[in-house]
């Protein structure tokens, strides 16, 4: 009973939340800030996680294929695949869901316990609205560039791999690379990751903007917030996957 209620009030918050904005300028003023906060302030540790798991990948690859018979652009063509089927659009918002779920809920969460919110609306600002529309037009428009990179380093990090170890030709993996090259898996991809994007922002702001209590049910919140997330994407994951490659 309780999961359908939260559905419910989630779905309401929602409402409030997609209203036109008050003030223009204030709200795309929050909405440049959020970029930074929540996109460009995660490129690094995107950056860092692709570049090596594409390494890993294509060394994985290429030291399972023990059979001569077996074409060495395979090694290209598996970390391409693995690379902007799953790990960039997927993977990627997991780790995003985690680092940026966290600081979502944990900043609306502390502004609730600390009266900040309500403040807000003794004034007569639509709280949600100034709060949660900005993180959502951020993380909607800027993650899928993140994914972008997540697979150009992915399928990069596997070819530096290569020549670091020795385990294949470079020109063997760029074949395989372009071996089989299908457009709609990239536009698959990002398509997830802007439905992804959108459940990063908005349920960690559900659990924070609903807490109860003091700092440590913001803790509490935000350790919520993060499990649930990755639940609904994971789930989400299969479903778009179905409708969308099936």
Same mark, same amino acid.
């Given at each position: 009973?309780?999961?359908?209620?939260?559905?419910?009030?989630?779905?309401?918050?929602?409402k409030?939340?997609f209203?036109?904005p008050?003030?223009?300028?204030?709200?795309?003023?929050a909405?440049?800030?959020e970029?930074?906060?929540?996109?460009?302030?995660?490129?690094?540790?995107v950056?860092?996680?692709?570049?090596?798991?594409g390494?890993?990948?294509?060394?994985?690859t290429?030291?399972?294929l023990e059979?001569?018979?077996?074409?060495?652009?395979?090694i290209?063509?598996?970390?391409?695949r693995?690379?902007?089927?799953?790990?960039?659009?997927?993977?990627?918002?997991v780790?995003?869901?985690?680092?940026?779920g966290?600081?979502?809920?944990?900043?609306?969460g502390?502004?609730?316990?600390?009266e900040?919110?309500d403040a807000?609306?003794?004034m007569g600002?639509?709280?949600?609205?100034?709060?949660?529309?900005?993180k959502?037009?951020?993380?909607?428009?800027?993650?899928?560039?993140?994914? %972008?990179? +997540?697979?150009? *380093?992915?399928?990069?990090g596997?070819?530096?791999a290569? #020549? &670091? /170890?020795?385990?294949f030709k470079? @020109?063997?993996?760029?074949?395989?690379?372009?071996?089989?090259?299908?457009?709609? %898996?990239v +536009?698959?991809? *990002?398509?997830?990751?802007v439905?992804f994007?959108?459940? #990063? &922002? /908005?349920?960690?702001?559900?659990f @924070?903007y609903?807490?109860?209590g003091g700092?440590l049910?913001?803790?509490r919140?935000?350790?919520?917030?993060?499990?649930?997330?990755?639940?609904?994407i994971i789930?989400?994951?299969?479903?778009?996957t179905?409708?969308?490659l099936?």
């Amino acid at each position: 009973m309780n999961y359908i209620k939260s559905i419910g009030a989630y779905t309401i918050m929602l409402k409030s939340v997609f209203k036109k904005p008050q003030k223009r300028k204030i709200f795309w003023e929050a909405v440049f800030r959020e970029i930074d906060d929540l996109g460009v302030k995660s490129i690094g540790i995107v950056a860092f996680i692709s570049f090596f798991i594409g390494g890993v990948v294509a060394i994985q690859t290429a030291l399972n294929l023990e059979d001569p018979i077996i074409p060495k652009d395979l090694i290209g063509f598996a970390t391409k695949r693995s690379m902007i089927l799953e790990f960039s659009s997927t993977f990627v918002m997991v780790i995003l869901a985690g680092k940026v779920g966290s600081y979502i809920t944990s900043s609306i969460g502390t502004m609730r316990v600390t009266e900040q919110i309500d403040a807000l609306e003794v004034m007569g600002i639509n709280s949600l609205n100034y709060l949660v529309l900005p993180k959502i037009l951020a993380t909607v428009f800027f993650y899928p560039f993140l994914v %972008l990179l +997540a697979m150009f *380093l992915g399928i990069f990090g596997g070819w530096v791999a290569g #020549i &670091a /170890t020795d385990l294949f030709k470079p @020109g063997d993996y760029i074949a395989g690379i372009q071996l089989d090259f299908e457009p709609y %898996l990239v +536009a698959y991809s *990002l398509i997830k990751s802007v439905v992804f994007a959108f459940l #990063i &922002a /908005t349920i960690p702001s559900y659990f @924070g903007y609903y807490v109860k209590g003091g700092s440590l049910e913001v803790g509490r919140a935000s350790t919520k917030a993060v499990v649930w997330t990755i639940v609904v994407i994971i789930f989400s994951n299969y479903f778009l996957t179905q409708m969308l490659l099936s």
